[in-house]
């Protein structure tokens, strides 16, 4: 069934697995707001569980905005959930904060050792470093992008990695998002370092994730069409894309992403369930104009692809001719 609060809305989410239950962890505000676009600065991580990814129990918030001041004393955003070798959970998230209107997005975390009490950690929020990023002002976009951290530990480099959503420092205004990255040895410390990607038609890429899907690093990301003036889109289009790489660390494709097409979802994740099915969530966005606020049953990833090719040749032609003529 879906996850449905009648007071509050909810939406961009992120799934940890303890071993025994699915965690939750969910964007929400209040519905008394009114007015959907009023959320965004109202922001708190909520929290549920289930033992089937379909039966939710709720349970108190992750984490709220800080006490002022504070870098994230505003409302606190889109992130991950990562296991570190002595068991203690790591809970990456987004913050903003009243300094700066809300339009100065920060990276920091939180640590936990049963993923229901969290603490935030001494870690110094992360920044966009303007050798390589878009600083607010510094363009065209009404706020400076640094959101979003998805982390993974890749056991090769013995290093943690972190995908930001971000925008490049150069390039043409509209279409300047790439793959920011930081890496760390501890979750402590974290190096920034270029982006993984150059601009390549999408004006931002949201809740960024990279996965190996039997064998092939897919990169899946939201970006509304009207966002995406350098990709070739399609009326069925609800934001989510899918490009293919050569390391979950890229590089990648993605001037021949491709529409990922869930009817109304929009921040969509792939997770493993323990059997190894790759399932595919994120929360239902607008019908008809208005904002829903929920976040559906898991899909089967093997249902959506079993409507065809995802990477149609003719598809990534397109779009890479309507990269290149802009």
Request: net charge negative.
């Amino acid at each position: 069934m879906s996850f449905r609060l009648d007071d509050h809305w909810v939406w961009d989410s992120w799934i940890a697995d303890d071993g025994e239950n699915y965690h939750l962890f969910f964007l929400r505000a209040s519905r008394s707001l009114a007015d959907p676009q009023k959320r965004h600065h109202r922001a708190v991580i909520g929290h549920a569980v289930s033992a089937d990814l379909e039966e939710w129990e709720l349970l108190p918030d992750a984490l709220r905005a800080a006490d002022t001041p504070a870098w994230d004393d505003l409302a606190t955003w889109t992130g991950s959930t990562v296991r570190a070798a002595d068991g203690t959970w790591h809970l990456f998230y987004t913050g903003v904060s009243r300094n700066e209107d809300g339009l100065q997005q920060r990276i920091g975390s939180a640590v936990s050792k049963d993923l229901i009490t969290w603490t935030r950690s001494a870690m110094p929020p992360l920044e966009a470093d303007p050798r390589w990023y878009e600083k607010l002002g510094h363009g065209t976009w009404p706020d400076e992008a640094w959101r979003d951290p998805f982390v993974f530990f890749d056991p090769a480099a013995n290093l943690w990695n972190m995908l930001v959503t971000a925008r490049a420092a150069t390039g043409n205004p509209d279409q300047r998002a790439v793959v920011g990255h930081a890496v760390s040895e501890d979750l402590h410390e974290w190096d920034i370092r270029p982006p993984l990607s150059r601009p390549a038609g999408f004006g931002e890429m949201e809740v960024i994730q990279t996965r190996d899907i039997n064998g092939e690093a897919l990169l899946l990301f939201s970006c509304l069409p009207d966002k995406a003036p350098g990709i070739a889109s399609n009326a069925s289009n609800t934001g989510t894309w899918i490009a293919r790489g050569q390391s979950l660390l890229g590089p990648w494709d993605l001037e021949g992403s491709s529409s990922f097409f869930v009817p109304g979802l929009y921040a969509a994740q792939m997770f493993p369930k323990r059997d190894g099915e790759w399932m595919v969530f994120g929360f239902q966005n607008s019908v008809d104009g208005l904002f829903v606020g929920e976040i559906p049953s898991p899909v089967p990833l093997s249902e959506i692809l079993a409507g065809g090719d995802l990477f149609p040749a003719e598809r990534t032609t397109s779009n890479r001719e309507n990269h290149q003529n802009k």
